[in-house]
């Protein structure tokens, strides 16, 4: 029997504290400014991903949860693809070159890449981020990529711009660059988790539908009609990146949740100046905003800062130090979700400094609560999606 060669990983989510919203070059996604984020635990949120290769695969084949896409029909597939191909030949050409013999010649074969998410796709929740970032690292793995994280992060990129933050673990950023080609538009890492490993966040999931408004259209909008836009980028965002860049260094919470909500308000903002307006937000995710500043008022300091991507989910950071008021107050108004059965001992938490018609709109229209924290960049695994004989496994 012809042989099946496959590698398989996992990749987090990462979601952004200085977003990323619009592009200078739409068909090579290079951003128009940069952006921070951290990366979340796989525990909680993951895409794991096998890539196979053989010579008996006719076609190339993308699979994601359980329903096959059309490459043909994804221009930034069929890129990856070719120029990771490319450098799989590059690899093979120097092996013969130094006379290794019965080098696997990957770069000719075709391929089946299967992918499965633990969370709901297209749905504000970074799935794209995650999704790219393991499809990258698992062609890496099995055409055996000498290239660095950085590297490949020029790579995910091209499928997905925030996937290129998540090839890190702990704190990244998004360096914009300036070259057209785009060859130094990529992430590095501000930090690892072991850093500060004590920031945790809890994820309101409002709504698992798919977005009225994709990010990619969305984006370009507003790059295009948007007069607030271009002060964020111009003046906004540059100290910005450098104090939240600071703040993370120095673990300095306060500074690094007051500044993600600016953020994140000031990126809404833009999306609401776009024309016609887009909304994220809904009054769900507007009550999930009071939750976390009455939460705020209550402690008499800043323990707890909200973000929204594009989307209306909630993305609640805290340290581990103030979980109980924190989570004690998500308890009260949550009480029946199962991601209590983690953190048997929090307790309920109500005040009367909680606007509880507010309180209750997180009660009504909140689906899911995810807790986590801080996690690593892409892990080899052993969970195979496709089996010795080229089947899938799902």
């Not at 696997?104 to 992918?115: A, H, Q, R, T």
């Not at 060859?183 to 966040?201: L, T």
Request: hydrophobic content about 40%.
């Amino acid at each position: 029997m012809d042989a099946i060669y496959s590698a398989s990983v996992t990749a987090p989510v990462n979601i952004a504290t200085l977003k990323y919203w619009g592009k200078r070059d739409a068909g090579l996604n290079l951003p128009t400014n940069s952006s921070i984020s951290v990366t979340l635990s796989q525990n909680d949120l993951r895409t794991v991903t096998t890539a196979a290769a053989s010579m008996t695969f006719s076609e190339d084949q993308v699979w994601l949860n359980g329903r096959q896409e059309d490459i043909n029909a994804s221009k930034r597939m069929t890129t990856l693809l070719r120029e990771m191909r490319a450098l799989r030949k590059q690899v093979e050409d120097v092996k013969q070159a130094e006379g290794e013999k019965n080098v696997v010649p990957l770069s000719g074969y075709k391929l089946k890449i299967v992918s499965e998410n633990n969370f709901p796709t297209a749905a504000g929740l970074a799935s794209s981020a995650a999704g790219f970032a393991a499809f990258v690292q698992a062609l890496a793995d099995l055409y055996e990529l000498p290239h660095t994280a950085d590297e490949l992060s020029v790579l995910a990129r091209q499928g997905s711009g925030s996937a290129c933050r998540s090839l890190f673990g702990g704190y990244a950023i998004w360096n914009m660059g300036s070259k057209a080609d785009g060859s130094d538009s990529m992430a590095s890492q501000i930090a690892p988790e072991s850093h500060w490993p004590d920031m945790k966040a809890a994820i309101m999931v409002v709504s698992a539908d798919k977005k009225e408004t994709p990010s990619t259209s969305g984006m370009q909008l507003t790059v295009q009609t948007s007069d607030l836009f271009k002060y964020r980028v111009q003046h906004v965002v540059p100290q910005r990146e450098k104090d939240m860049t600071q703040a993370i260094l120095d673990r300095d919470f306060e500074t690094f949740a007051k500044l993600t909500m600016q953020d994140s308000n000031n990126f809404h903002a833009c999306c609401l100046d776009t024309n016609p307006p887009i909304f994220y937000l809904n009054d769900t995710s507007r009550a999930c905003i009071r939750l976390v500043e009455d939460l705020n008022k209550i402690a008499g300091k800043t323990i707890a800062g909200y973000t929204f991507d594009a989307g209306p989910n909630a993305v609640v950071y805290y340290l581990q130090e103030n979980e109980q008021l924190v989570l004690g107050a998500l308890k009260h108004a949550l009480p029946k979700d199962e991601a209590w059965e983690t953190k048997p001992d929090i307790q309920p938490f109500n005040s009367p400094d909680f606007d509880q018609k507010y309180l209750e709109k997180v009660t009504n229209g909140i689906s899911k609560l995810i807790l986590t924290g801080v996690g690593p960049g892409p892990q080899k695994s052993s969970i195979k999606l496709i089996d010795k004989n080229g089947d899938l496994l799902m």
